[in-house]
């Protein structure tokens, strides 16, 4: 047996865990094509042209226009951003079905509601359609975004809980790449073909997830929460470890259920003083994660390159080459997480990015005028900025804004906890996506110094008031604000955990 810190069973990598846990990651890339997907195919003249003529017109023949203004319409940020409140609204629905019936049927449901929401965004003839599209999409993305982090983190072993979370991150990285190389071949096929197949594809990894999401076992934690069952989940537990004995970490399992069955009503008893620095972090960490300003990039990078003067198919390939930098960051995040920790990646990550937000909206404000066309130096310059500062998000608060409210919630308040976090997640990112354009207009260059001083205060945060997480087993996360200098005076050093 293999003993953690703690005295808790941590186990051994099993290949069985590995391969339920890359079924389960492919919600990650259906959130990442998404968002990959939607900056590209919001460029291309075909798909301006079909469904918001305006833009097009402006773009085309309005030679006095701000470059910062070409692309400021509500209704084309309401296209990205509708995905986004039904995320919200279904990521509370998600939350009563992940407790009531497991994280496998919630993740089967997201899977198939983007997939049919893939195939009626690619179908669609007119704004209805497409609208309705992105609302099902976000439905998907609620239910997966809410089940796939519980589902890793619980799965894992808590000596490779980190790298195994970051799994989601990683391939919503991998969904992102996927998507701006695709969008980089569909943008050079004529008509209105080009952005239906960049839509459509959507179904292809949804599709593997709703398959696949038939033949995922349910998490331990899961199986002790929904049936009587023991037995079956100490089996499960020995698979899943890799052990024999593991009779410490299901009787730990067993006493959080008896906890949470106490709770009729979790999100009440999260309001709770002893839970108070959990619910701190599931709304601070989602808040901070989006006002990074990486949607800037996500969503719109085709539109921001061609705002410094790159043309159609440089802009895709920007964001293609911005896609790979994320990809590698994450999967370097992956490796480092479980050794060096949560804490020390968070800071690191966020010092890059203010650094390189300051120094990118120093040069577009010398730079790029309302009118003129950059130089091609600069704009690279620009480019090779924005890689390093994806980078440093990649690497902290991409992954770890996942995975840490992932991993601090008793079982009693999980599933309620997860919730809260992705709800605000969308929120924020609603917002964000809502108003990006027109704040780029309005703010011009001043938007990356706006994202910039966000992200000092973040990184504050995290110093100050975020303890360390690394190989704790959730079922112990309790134990960290016991012993933090801020958090211990609201829960007390004492107080049990019941």
Request: glycine content about 10%.
């Given at each position: 047996m ?48 079909n ?10 023949n ?19 951003s ?14 009563s ?16 509601s ?26 998907g ?8 982090p ?25 969904g ?42 349910e998490?331990?934690n899961?199986l002790?929460?929904?049936?009587k069952?023991h037995?079956?989940a ?22 959080a259920?008896?906890?949470?069955k ?22 601070v960490?989602p ?27 440089a ?7 911005i ?7 994450t999967?370097?995040s ?18 890059q ?34 890689c390093?500062y ?6 902290s ?13 008793p ?23 809502q ?6 207009c309005?703010?011009?260059?001043g ?50 955990n019941?």
């Amino acid at each position: 047996m293999v003993v953690g810190e703690s005295g808790e069973n941590q186990g051994r990598m099993e290949s069985f865990v590995i391969l339920s846990c890359m079924m389960a990651a492919m919600g990650g890339v259906i959130y990442g094509y998404d968002n990959g997907i939607t900056g590209g195919v919001t460029s291309m003249e075909p798909f301006l042209r079909n469904f918001f003529p305006d833009i097009y017109s402006k773009m085309k023949n309005d030679k006095n226009i701000s470059n910062y203004c070409k692309f400021d319409s509500q209704l084309l940020t309401l296209f990205t951003s509708s995905l986004y409140i039904a995320g919200l609204v279904a990521s509370f629905f998600a939350s009563s079905v992940t407790k009531a019936v497991g994280r496998k049927p919630s993740i089967l449901i997201g899977g198939a509601s983007f997939l049919t929401g893939a195939a009626l965004g690619g179908a669609a003839l007119n704004m209805y359609m497409l609208i309705i599209g992105r609302v099902l999409l976000g439905i998907g993305v609620g239910f997966t975004n809410q089940s796939v982090p519980l589902y890793l983190s619980e799965m894992a072993p808590s000596n490779y809980r980190g790298a195994i979370n970051i799994g989601f991150q990683l391939t919503a990285g991998i969904g992102v790449t996927s998507a701006a190389l695709l969008n980089f071949g569909t943008e050079k096929i004529e008509g209105n073909l080009g952005w239906r197949i960049s839509l459509i594809m959507a179904a292809v990894p949804a599709s593997i997830l709703t398959i696949g999401a038939f033949f995922l076992p349910e998490t331990p934690n899961s199986l002790i929460q929904n049936s009587k069952n023991h037995l079956k989940a100490m089996l499960m537990l020995r698979r899943v470890r890799g052990v024999e004995d593991v009779q410490e970490e299901l009787e730990s399992l067993i006493k959080a259920n008896a906890i949470s069955k106490t709770n009729k009503n979790p999100f009440k008893i999260i309001l709770e003083k002893k839970y108070r620095p959990q619910l701190v972090m599931a709304i601070v960490i989602p808040f901070f994660q989006q006002i990074t300003g990486i949607n800037v990039i996500t969503f719109y990078a085709p539109i921001l390159f061609r705002t410094i003067g790159f043309g159609e198919s440089a802009s895709l390939v920007s964001a293609l080459i911005i896609g790979l930098v994320g990809t590698g960051a994450t999967f370097i995040s992956m490796l480092m997480v479980d050794g060096f920790g949560r804490r020390g990646l968070f800071i690191i990550g966020g010092v890059q990015m203010i650094i390189t937000q300051m120094i990118i909206g120093g040069i577009m404000a010398a730079q790029v005028g309302d009118q003129n066309v950059v130089s091609d130096g600069y704009a690279y310059s620009i480019l090779v900025l924005i890689c390093v500062y994806v980078a440093g998000f990649s690497w902290s608060w991409g992954p770890l804004g996942w995975l840490v409210p992932s991993e601090i919630f008793p079982m009693e308040i999980r599933s309620a906890g997860q919730s809260i976090a992705v709800a605000v997640n969308f929120l924020s990112t609603f917002i964000i996506a809502q108003t990006f354009l027109s704040m780029l207009c309005h703010f011009k260059s001043g938007i990356f110094f706006f994202f910039g001083g966000w992200v000092m205060i973040m990184t504050v945060f995290v110093y100050l008031l975020l303890p360390e997480t690394k190989n704790m087993p959730l079922e112990q996360m309790y134990q960290i604000w016991r012993e933090h200098w801020f958090w211990k005076k609201i829960v007390g050093e004492n107080e049990e955990n019941i």
